[in-house]
């Protein structure tokens, strides 16, 4: 059952909230130690009887997993990193606050990569998280915590982080819903900065409707976040119904290429034909320049993250270790606290900001960024939805990407829509090999209104 069923149960007096938290353990004690979703949780106990206090409220107490980067009271915030461990922020990020605010509890945080970089959650500190549909294979990153929890009933709902793509495609590798909202629609204050000009917190969920009553509830203007946009709040489940007839939507050339094999190209045929079913037209278009999105996207988040991550030196908030001088202190935490994929990130970032490379590399990389955000703004003007397939392939095999450029590459369709800061959703789009593979309907700016729309609309119509 999805969040908006269950609080449906609720309100009608045929479930009790202290029924679904035994539920949601139930299939904790069943599958977590199989699955390893969670890095914190709140005791039972303790939310059946704060929620006692919280039932006339919208989300009436029911519980919501968090990814472990987002900051919460009450619970250690590790980011998936040594260094963090033992870190216990004292305020809540705008969007936990906000879901407090409605009557929502957090029920635990959930496992990632460390500090969000990854695809895969293998480079959590903490052991890797395993899909709920094989746990073979990872459930993807880096929010896989988040994704695999809702996905194998664990939890009603979750917050993420997207970047690049870390709610998209462990949402379409464990076959849930997954939005990213526009950029600065959903405040970062409370979120551990990866790269600033790029995250946006978003819902994991089982259904659309869950996702467009959770940023119903955590999007709008925050003063506390510089970027955040001044959006009135607006009430997203009102605008589900109503269909997509007459909607046109673009299918990129460049996001159904040959090499993603038969299986996922039949799906793609599928998809166009349901859209069609639906009264809704669809025109093949060209995005020329996603190929360019990939190396823009790592020298910029690179960059940024390496700004970023000099905060945690030791001194503040982290693991320490000591050192003869404050040099070899910071040197020698850092060289603890922080993973290799991290630690490749700080080089890589700090090597594309330094004098003489600044502009061949993060200056060019800022130009193809502007050059993609105004493919995608004239896209958007033939075109009311874009959309393909979210991640190029379906959950792999843990250990399988072990040089970084693979790993990387399974990002390719959603790190476009990242750097133009225009919302894309992942919804459950079919299977291949009997694994979920991910449908992604990308929007103009702050058309998540239309997006969750289209979204729901194919939701009703695929199996
Ligand atoms: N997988 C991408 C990366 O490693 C995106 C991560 C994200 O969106 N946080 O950077």
Same mark, same amino acid.
């Given at each position: 059952?999805?969040?908006?069923?269950?609080?449906?149960?609720?309100?009608?007096?045929?479930?009790?909230?202290?029924?679904?938290?035994?539920?949601?353990?139930?299939?904790?004690?069943?599958?977590?130690?199989?699955i390893k979703a969670f890095l914190s949780l709140a005791s039972p106990e303790d939310l059946k009887r704060a929620g006692e206090g919280l039932a006339d409220k919208p989300l009436r107490g029911v519980p919501i997993a968090v990814k472990d980067n987002i900051s919460t009271v009450g619970f250690t915030t590790t980011c998936g990193s040594r260094f963090l461990e033992r870190f216990r922020p004292v305020f809540d990020a705008t969007a936990v606050e906000r879901l407090r605010a409605a009557g929502a509890q957090v029920q635990g945080k959930t496992n990632m990569d460390e500090f969000a970089m990854g695809s895969s959650t293998e480079h959590s500190a903490f052991g890797?998280?395993?899909?709920?549909h094989d746990p073979e294979r990872v459930p993807g990153g880096s929010s896989g915590g988040s994704a695999a929890a809702v996905a194998a009933g664990e939890a009603l709902a979750a917050l993420g982080s997207d970047t690049g793509g870390s709610v998209r495609q462990p949402a379409a590798l464990c076959g849930v819903v997954g939005l990213r909202p526009t950029y600065g629609l959903v405040s970062r204050w409370g979120l551990v900065a990866f790269a600033?000009?790029?995250?946006?917190?978003?819902?994991?969920?089982?259904?659309?409707r869950d996702c467009a009553l959770i940023l119903s509830i955590i999007a709008g203007h925050d003063p506390r976040d510089s970027t955040s946009l001044p959006a009135e709040p607006r009430d997203y489940t009102a605008e589900l119904e109503g269909g997509i007839a007459?909607?046109?939507?673009?299918?990129?050339?460049?996001?159904?290429?040959?090499?993603?094999?038969?299986?996922? %190209? !039949?799906? *793609?045929?599928?998809?166009? +034909?349901?859209?069609?079913?639906?009264?809704?037209r669809v025109v093949e278009i060209s995005l020329p320049l996603t190929e360019y999105a990939l190396p823009a996207y790592y020298l910029i988040a690179s960059a940024e993250a390496s700004a970023n991550l000099a905060r945690f030196d030791g001194v503040r908030y982290t693991a320490s270790v000591p050192g003869e001088t404050v040099r070899e202190m910071i040197a020698a935490s850092r060289t603890f606290g922080f993973g290799r994929e991290v630690k490749r990130r700080i080089m890589l970032g700090t090597f594309a900001l330094s004098a003489g490379y600044y502009d061949r590399y993060?200056?060019?990389?800022?130009?193809?960024?502007?050059?993609?955000?105004?493919?995608?703004?004239?896209?958007?003007?033939?075109?009311?939805?874009?959309?393909g397939p979210t991640s190029p392939t379906p959950a792999f095999r843990l250990g399988e990407k072990a040089d970084?450029?693979?790993?990387? %590459? !399974?990002? *390719?369709?959603?790190?476009? +829509?990242?750097?133009a800061g225009v919302?894309?959703?992942?919804?459950?789009?079919?299977?291949?090999?009997?694994?979920?593979?991910?449908?992604?309907l990308i929007a103009p700016r702050l058309q998540e209104g239309k997006l969750l729309?289209?979204?729901?609309?194919?939701?009703?119509?695929?199996?």
């Open positions: 059952m999805d969040l908006v069923g269950t609080l449906e149960g609720l309100s009608q007096g045929r479930m009790a909230l202290g029924e679904i938290i035994d539920g949601l353990w139930k299939r904790i004690e069943e599958v977590e130690p199989r890797p998280t395993r899909n709920p600033s000009s790029l995250d946006q917190i978003g819902p994991i969920t089982r259904s659309v007459d909607w046109v939507f673009g299918l990129p050339r460049e996001y159904a290429s040959p090499e993603l094999g038969a299986e996922a %190209l !039949s799906l *793609i045929d599928r998809w166009t +034909s349901l859209i069609e079913e639906l009264g809704g993060y200056g060019k990389a800022q130009r193809v960024r502007t050059l993609i955000a105004r493919e995608f703004a004239d896209a958007f003007r033939e075109v009311d939805i874009i959309f970084p450029i693979s790993m990387y %590459l !399974s990002d *390719i369709f959603t790190l476009p +829509s990242a750097l919302p894309a959703i992942s919804i459950p789009g079919g299977r291949i090999g009997g694994l979920p593979f991910g449908l992604q729309r289209a979204a729901y609309a194919l939701e009703q119509a695929l199996p």
